[in-house]
């Protein structure tokens, strides 16, 4: 499994699963795991107070999040910190591509992101894949955390808040996740 090979590498892994109040069935599923995750159940004033929750919790290195309705493709965390381990002292934030799938895992395409730059982000030219990026937890706790007023690019603005505090990031071309745009989506939808 992949938790066997992350442990053959030195590496612990944890699972934080946050859930505001959920009503399709998903926090029975979530109550499934018992104590293989740490479970969040309380209300929060949207995804970024959400975020900074699950976060308070973590006690990891690397830090990552998914979206409900991204995916983590099998190997991808052993990817990721094979990497942190080999560019330790080079790499604060990696990135990585993903498939662009639909509401049944079709792959639309693969999205790759771009090499972080300061200025291209700030025209909208650089695009950072969200589930396909993992950053270290100290360089994460030198921000704010996630902007709870920001309601569509909380992750965006953290990258920003990341790069101001001088973290050096990485893009790599490994297809780490699944990136799930439909009708309800926030980017399906381009709406909060």
């Known amino acids: 499994s992949e938790r066997d090979k992350l442990a053959e590498i030195g590496v612990k892994l944890n699972h934080i699963i946050v859930d505001p109040g959920s009503t399709d069935g998903s926090r029975e599923l979530i109550e499934s795991y018992d104590d293989k995750v740490v479970k969040l159940f309380e209300k929060d004033n949207g995804p970024a107070d959400g975020l900074n929750k699950g976060f308070s919790k ?5 830090l990552g999040y998914l979206n409900s309705d991204d995916i983590l493709l099998s190997g991808s965390l052993v990817k990721v910190a094979k990497f942190f381990k080999k560019h330790s002292k080079s790499t604060d934030v990696i990135c990585g591509a993903a498939n662009l799938i639909g509401p049944n895992n079709e792959v639309y395409r693969v999205l790759y992101s771009d090499r972080y730059s300061p200025l291209a982000y700030a025209y909208s030219g650089c695009v950072m894949i969200q589930p396909s990026s993992f950053f270290k937890r100290d360089i994460y706790l030198k921000t704010n955390g996630f902007n709870e007023n920001n309601k569509t690019n909380w992750d965006g603005e953290l ?31 381009m709406s909060t």
């Open 58 to 62: 973590a006690d990891g290195d690397i």
């Open 159 to 189: 990258f920003v808040d990341m790069a101001q505090q001088g973290a050096k990031f990485k893009t790599i071309t490994d297809v780490l996740s699944g990136y799930r745009v439909h009708d309800e989506s926030i980017t399906g939808t």
